[in-house]
């Protein structure tokens, strides 16, 4: 019934930038908190930057002052990668808290997961 569908993955060289887009679709009513996540190989999915419905931000210490998120409507966000590092690498997730109208028109809310895009920091 909703989903997230991100792209902007791929393979940058350390110091590159990317930008990661993630749209939200489907019979949604309202989408509150969004946020990426990654998760590196043989490690734990980790919050890497998040964003209310009312543009406040949060970002974690290591990204700070080079990643950037924002969205734009009520269904997109974006993640701005400047100067990426090799231990940026991982699958990076986004997720959303939506509000959606069920099959029989109910009013529910859960947290929604894209299927992930990979993005590579290497020379």
């Known amino acids: 019934q909703v989903q997230l569908v991100e792209s902007g993955g791929g393979l940058v060289q350390p110091g590159g930038s990317l930008r990661l887009s993630c749209t939200a679709s489907?019979?949604?009513?309202?989408?509150?908190?969004m946020g990426w996540y990654r998760q590196a190989p043989g490690k734990e999915r980790e919050l890497v930057a998040s964003?209310?419905?009312?543009?406040?931000t949060t970002l974690r210490d290591s990204v700070k002052g080079r990643f950037t998120i924002s969205r734009d409507n009520a269904k997109n966000t974006y993640l701005q990668m400047n100067s990426l590092k090799p231990e940026d690498t991982a699958v990076y997730y986004c997720?959303?808290?939506?509000?959606?109208?069920?099959?029989?028109?109910?009013?529910?809310?859960?947290?929604?997961w894209g299927q992930g895009t990979l993005v590579t920091v290497s020379s």
């Open positions: 997720n959303a808290d939506i509000v959606y109208y069920n099959d029989y028109s109910q009013i529910r809310n859960r947290q929604v």
């Open positions: 489907g019979s949604i009513f309202s989408i509150n908190d």
């Open positions: 964003i209310t419905s009312g543009g406040s």
